[in-house]
């Protein structure tokens, strides 16, 4: 009977803290239809080439908090939410990672967004950007993979909590215990903000436990995608690929953004 008190008590702060927060954190870009479902791209600065930031697993376009103001001031970027995580809608077609690609394409040519681009991956979103660069390869100039993910990582322990997060997340267990949001600490407070919001929420993490459970797929498939000869590539190591991180630390996510503006330095250059 305890039990089933405290759950119902876990499920009903769940819900009132969720829906406080629907209104507390409206999209900051636009939703786009792409056919099946709207995405959610956020698009600042001017300038070209543009830069597209691939978000982490159970990242969103907030997650990019530090690295987005501070390219904007160089050109134009552009981050965005995959089908089913932060704003965007999940659709109701099963999760398939190779359609990820073609996802990102239509919605870049939907928002008007030009290439060819400088493309920018974390960890599994390093993965989802060497497939983009494979399947188009006219449309980028260059690829940036941040601590691209791995065959065999993360955890076996990682997997189990993200499988288990949708459920502890409708009992509000990870809401009262901030076990996942806690990962967000340090970024600045508009990103954050929005960040700890979805990492409670089932539906964002729903989405987020199917691409980890595809993971090695994933991975696998983009490791026979086919890079045009002559594209640039830039490898940048900041937590290594055998952990699920976010660029929280303002040092790092520098790192990051210097990468990014002396690529874009040199595409620019050499048009």
Known sequence: MIVLFVTLAGATYQGAATAIERRQFPHPGRMIDIGDRQLHIYCTGEGSPTVVLEAPAAGMSSAWGWVQPAVAQTTRVCSYDRAGLGWSEAGDRPYDPSAVPDQLHTLLSRAGERGPYVLVGHGLGAVFAKLFAGRFPADVRSLILIDPAATGSPSA????????????????????????????????????????????????????????????????????????????????????????????????AAEVTAAITTTVGQVAFAR
Do not use: K, Y
């Open 157 to 252: 322990a990682t997997m189990r909590l993200v499988s288990a997060s949708p459920w502890l997340a409708r009992a509000g267990v990870l809401r009262i215990t901030r076990l996942l949001s806690h990962t967000v600490v340090g970024l600045p407070e508009s990103s954050a903000g929005p960040m700890t919001s979805f990492l409670n929420r089932p539906d964002h993490l729903t989405r987020a436990a199917n691409e980890m459970a595809r993971w090695n797929d994933t991975v696998n498939l983009a490791d026979t995608a086919q890079l045009s000869p002559g594209l640039r590539v830039v490898a940048v190591s900041v937590n290594g690929t055998d952990r699920v991180t976010f660029l929280t630390d303002s040092s790092r």
